[in-house]
């Protein structure tokens, strides 16, 4: 069984722990990163972090891991609201798809209230911190 989850993050996020901590917090995305490197290995699952400011390398990202990933995690930040194609190219690919969001998207600006993405995920984590990441890998070990 092919244990391998890729997590991919979008823009912006490279800046976690340095922009807005009152929204998203004071850890980096190293240090997601580093906790998710963790629980994986307890709950066996291989993972692979991906991030990006632009669009196109995170579809061409969702293309590339097509053959290969069991399932993505994915926050794809603001591009949560505005892209198409993401969807569309999360619509290729034939595993689960969970959505993460360190802010609870709903208690926010009303053009935060709508994700694309959404439409694709089996599930959406949202105003959990950076504790949705985990419990993203959880279910995919379940």
Do not use: C
């Amino acid at each position: 069984m092919n244990k391998l989850i890729y997590v991919l993050n979008g823009p912006n996020l490279n800046l976690l722990g340095k922009r807005q901590p009152e929204i998203y917090g004071h850890e980096t995305l190293a240090d997601v990163e580093h906790k998710m490197r963790a629980r994986a290995a307890q709950l066996d699952l291989e993972i692979e972090f991906f991030q990006s400011n632009f669009e196109g390398a995170l579809v061409e990202k969702v293309h590339e891991v097509r053959d290969k990933a069991a399932g993505i995690i994915i926050n794809p930040a603001a591009l949560s609201h505005t892209s198409v194609a993401i969807l569309d190219a999360l619509n290729t690919f034939e595993s689960p798809v969970i959505e993460v969001h360190i802010s609870n998207i709903h208690k926010r600006e009303a053009f935060r209230h709508h994700s694309w993405v959404s439409a694709r995920a089996e599930g959406v984590i949202a105003g959990m911190g950076t504790l949705g990441y985990m419990l993203a890998l959880d279910y995919f070990a379940s």
